[in-house]
């Protein structure tokens, strides 16, 4: 069992885990190699102490390097669910488990807000991981939709699996192949049912009849990975002490609410690493 598991790798994130491993705990931090798509696309920051008018490509370039020389690893799995048992957090990230002490939540702002009926029907015909619930859809009839060409291997794994696939991209250009795989230009708008997921109603008007979709998203909303997370206006309430309503989660970063600023997410990262570490040693 980790002492701590991390995820999200952007500033708030790698703050966290530098802290974690200047202190010699043992953690996993799951998140992109490429970091923080909001860092490396920022044109010019002029706010971040020590750094007049860096590039968002060098600032990226130098939180990659302390990385490096931290021997501190990324893990590229995308967490699609967390479980608090009694005394510890289970994870599951591309269909495998793990377990850990304490969570920092450094996930960012999940822009996508779910689709009507993502929520209601998830577990019942929506599902986030391919490979965990690919094998319930043999010989059925299915919907991706996805936000980046880097799941596109799970649409073509999903396609040898089901009967056919309605594939939604939400980026240009997807390359996503098979012989029973549809490439929609359409997108869906809300999904509809009575048990479990029957159709998907598209933008067009028009309706689907699906047994199941797989949203394939780079972030999942912090209320569907954990539930039972207290939220203000869609944000993660924490203290002072970067905790949240659930005991050994920590949140930081721009999940926890404005400003969206890196370096208040480097500060929240620090903070929350800190507390972890108290909170380990009171529960030893």
């Not at 488990?97 to 450094?106: L, P």
């Not at 999940?110 to 993502?118: C, F, I, R, S, T």
């Not at 048990?195 to 209320?223: C, Q």
Request: proline letters at 4%.
């Amino acid at each position: 069992m980790y002492d701590t598991i991390i995820i999200g790798s952007g500033p708030a994130g790698l703050s966290a885990a530098l802290n974690l491993k200047i202190h010699n705990r043992d953690f996993v931090w799951f998140g992109s190699a490429d970091m923080s798509d909001k860092v490396r696309k920022a044109h010019e920051i002029n706010n971040y102490p020590g750094f007049a008018g860096v590039s968002g490509m060098e600032l990226f370039a130098g939180f990659d390097t302390h990385r490096e020389q931290m021997g501190i690893a990324i893990t590229e799995k995308t967490v699609t669910n967390i479980m608090h048992a009694s005394d510890h957090y289970m994870v599951l990230a591309d269909n495998e488990m793990y377990e850990a002490k304490t969570i920092a939540v450094c996930t960012g702002v999940v822009n996508a807000m779910p689709l009507p009926g993502e929520t209601e029907f998830l577990g019942r015909g929506v599902s986030y991981c391919a490979t965990c619930d690919g094998n319930f859809y043999k010989g059925k009839r299915i919907a991706v939709y996805s936000n980046a060409p880097k799941y596109e291997h799970e649409v073509e794994f999903l396609a040898d699996l089901a009967e056919h696939v309605t594939f939604f991209a939400a980026y240009p250009n997807p390359g996503a192949a098979g012989s029973n795989v549809e490439h929609c230009t359409d997108f869906p708008v809300k999904i509809e049912g009575g048990m479990k997921v029957e159709r998907l109603l598209l933008k067009s008007g028009e309706t689907l009849g699906v047994d199941g979709i797989f949203i394939l998203r780079n972030a999942i909303a912090p209320a569907t990975l954990l539930p039972k997370l207290a939220l203000e206006e869609g944000h993660i309430v924490v203290d002072r002490q970067m905790s949240t309503n659930l005991p050994g989660c920590f949140a930081a970063g721009d999940c926890t609410g404005r400003p969206y600023q890196y370096a208040k997410a480097v500060g929240e990262g620090n903070v929350a690493a800190h507390a972890i570490l108290s909170f380990l040693e009171s529960n030893s």
